[in-house]
């Protein structure tokens, strides 16, 4: 996988982190100098209502975008003024994403959504060995049954899942969740949730998860406050939730016992 | 990426809009269709043009009477046959020039024949014993007339395949008797039928009998109009023909090669210029298939700008898990150039259907040739790769945010 970081270097550091747009005759400040450590293994919430940069915040982490300032470390190593190419790499290696509307690919099966980032990754695989790998996945996240599913033939919740395998099946250092829960009920949030932080404690997977509801930033360990493009509070939880003993507290559902 | 997934990719895209799909590679499929068919028509026009210089033998070269050559100079000048300079003697020198093999001097007039009570109105050909080898011409049955009956102006001939029909309905005509211009005239042999000739006339409405008797039973000339002659082989054909012009101006003292009261051709040479009027024919009509397939690839153009557009969310994400811009652009390249190979493979099979139809329902000589289906194989693939390119570059280039987020 990857080479291990420098000591003493966070997973991702965040320097003085800048992004403006110019939109027509207006520039817009998106980001105003952020500066920002995340160590590997550790679960962030990242909050702040719309337009407080969290999102622009998310796309460079995501290395989707690059900033217009600053630095962004990524390991020790500087990937602010990496090019499309090799940041596409970079994302497929080392960074999986969770959107807040699932984005699988419509009348596709789970099993080849969840393939779909194998296919970038460079190696030369028989169908074969992906289909066990994303077969692997789907099981973990309670899909097996479905795997031959497409995503309309899917619950929101099952469609997030099968997200969320996609997400893993390269093995990568970071999550990215863009409003995993955000078009999902309450008690499939605490699913998603439980989900993500089985992930961050069994396989140390680094969480970072991007939320405008405090309640499910609460799952995370620490928690980021954004507004008008500049960090505002930065803390660690106090008293984290726990997906897991919610559920188990809630009546079980028809639908759960199917699975 | 590899390409084995990148074309299962494509082939997906392409069978989830069937309709859209076969409705894009329709414009191809004519387009290729339509190459196929005219390289058939152009190749079947060459291939019969050959077949007729093989059924009229290939080194004959023929001395005419007359020039076809530009006007000029101020002489009162005759058409074709109609100057009566060439003689017997000059055809006998012309056998002396080197590398000629066979010589027969030609008279040809036209004539009433009647047999019992059918009668025919045909063309009568004289030369002598070897003007049937020259002219390629075989006996279905009977005997060729001898030297002794040229030498002595026999009554006697042979009959082509449609005068036979016309005249010998139902009877062997060898060894009867028919009368050319209430002349009798002895039945030799029957000549093997040819077929149409190079412009569609009938080739075996004729009569053939020795020059010496057409000369001074039918025509009362003592000229000829024609010599045949055949050379020893095909490649020495152009230098004979150099040689016996060059000889023909010295026997009738012409220095000025526009005042030729001769003409010397050959049968390639009359062979080349149709078959250079077919390659202009064909080259017309492949430009205007070419077209369609041109709006072919407009087609495929179009709906690629299409399917870029309404798949934006899904670059975006290829994008998002790692898809390079190369990824991106090699699977809508090979989206268009899947719809223009899987379309010019239906249009080589239409266009070989079409072919095929055209020789048979109008009787136009068709050749389908292995190169012409690789060459519209390798134009439709070129189709989709130029036509392709500009739509995959566009989705390609996308900001995966921007993708990501469109609706």
């Known amino acids: 996988m990857s080479t291990a970081p420098a000591s003493g270097e966070p997973l991702i550091r965040v320097v003085d982190l800048r992004k403006s747009y110019v939109l027509g005759d207006v520039t817009v400040h998106a980001l105003r100098g952020v500066d920002m450590e995340i160590g590997a ?3 962030v919430a990242i909050v702040g209502a719309s337009g407080s940069g969290k999102s622009t915040f998310m796309n460079i982490l995501g290395l989707l975008d690059r900033p217009s300032g600053g630095r962004y470390f990524l390991e020790g190593q500087d990937v602010s003024g990496f090019d499309r190419d090799r940041r596409a790499i970079l994302r497929n290696r080392k960074i999986g994403f969770v959107f807040q509307n699932f984005n699988l690919l419509p009348r596709t099966s789970a099993l080849e959504n969840v393939e779909l980032p194998l296919l970038y990754d460079g190696h030369a695989r028989s169908g074969e060995d992906r289909h066990r790998k994303a077969l692997g996945l789907l099981q973990a996240v309670g899909l097996g049954e479905r795997a031959h599913h497409t995503p309309n033939q899917l619950s929101g919740g099952q469609q997030q899942r099968v997200a969320i395998a996609r997400a893993l099946v390269n093995d990568p250092e970071i999550l990215l969740a863009d409003e995993p829960t955000g078009n999902l009920d309450s008690r499939t949030s605490v699913e998603i949730m ?11 997977i680094t969480i970072i998860l991007i939320t405008h509801e405090h309640d499910i930033a609460e799952y995370g360990q620490r928690v980021v406050a954004f507004r008008d493009g500049r960090v505002v509070s930065d803390r660690a939880v106090e008293s984290r939730r726990d997906a897991a003993a919610e559920l188990a507290a809630l009546p079980a559902l028809q639908e759960e016992a199917a699975v | 990426m590899r390409i084995q997934n990148t074309l299962r990719i494509a082939l997906r895209a392409i069978q989830r809009n069937k309709i859209r799909s076969a409705l894009t590679m329709l414009g191809v499929i004519i387009g290729v269709a339509s190459v196929i068919a005219m390289i058939a028509l152009g190749s079947g026009a060459r291939a019969s043009i050959d077949q007729q210089i093989q059924a009229q033998g290939t080194n004959v070269i023929f001395v005419s009477s007359g020039s076809f050559g530009r006007p000029g100079g101020g002489a009162v000048r005759g058409g074709a046959g109609s100057v009566t300079t060439l003689t017997l003697d000059d055809a006998k020198a012309i056998s002396e020039v080197r590398g000629v093999t066979r010589m027969s001097p030609m008279v040809r007039g036209r004539a009433q024949v009647i047999a019992g009570d059918q009668n025919w109105n045909t063309s009568v050909e004289g030369g002598n014993e ?4 020259i002219r390629n011409w075989a006996l279905a049955s009977g005997a060729n007339f001898t030297p002794r009956d040229v030498l002595v102006a026999e009554k006697v001939c042979l009959l082509g395949d449609t005068v036979v029909r016309n005249l010998f309905p139902d ?3 060898v060894g009867q008797v028919i009368r050319v211009k209430n002349l009798p005239f002895r039945v030799l042999g029957v000549l093997v039928p040819k077929g149409q000739g190079q412009f569609g006339q009938d080739q075996d409405d004729l009569i053939i009998a020795p020059y010496t008797t057409i000369q001074k039973k039918l025509l009362g ?6 010599v045949y002659l055949s050379a020893d082989n095909s490649d020495d054909v152009e230098r004979v023909a150099v040689d016996i012009t060059r000889l023909m101006r010295q026997r009738h003292r012409i220095t000025n090669p526009e005042e030729d009261d001769f003409t010397v051709r050959t049968v390639e040479e009359m062979a080349a210029t149709r078959v250079q009027m077919a390659n202009t024919m064909t080259g017309l009509l492949m430009s205007v298939a070419s077209v369609s397939l041109l709006v072919g690839g407009i087609g495929i153009m179009n709906i690629m700008l299409v399917s870029v557009t309404e798949r934006t969310r899904e670059i975006g994400l ?4 790692g898809a390079r811009t190369r990824d991106i652009l090699r699977q809508f390249l090979a989206e268009a150039v899947s719809l223009s190979v899987v ?3 239906a249009g080589i099979a239409l266009g070989v259907l079409v072919s095929q139809g055209m020789t048979w329902k109008l009787g136009w000589p068709t050749m389908i040739t292995s190169t012409s289906i690789l060459v519209a194989f390798a134009f439709a693939g070129a189709v989709g790769v130029f036509f392709g390119y500009y739509p ?6 996308l900001d995966p945010i921007e993708a990501l987020r469109y609706e």
């Open chain 1, 41 to 43: 293994g550790s679960f």
């Open chain 1, 194 to 204: 439980e989900i993500l932080q089985r992930l961050n404690r069994e396989k140390r």
């Open chain 2, 130 to 133: 070897d003007y049937l080898a």
């Open chain 2, 171 to 173: 009877q062997d005509p």
């Open chain 2, 221 to 226: 000339i003592t000229y000829i109009q024609q």
């Open chain 2, 318 to 321: 290829r994008m998002a898990v």
């Open chain 2, 343 to 345: 379309g010019g493979v």
């Open chain 2, 392 to 397: 995959a570059r566009k989705a390609a280039n």
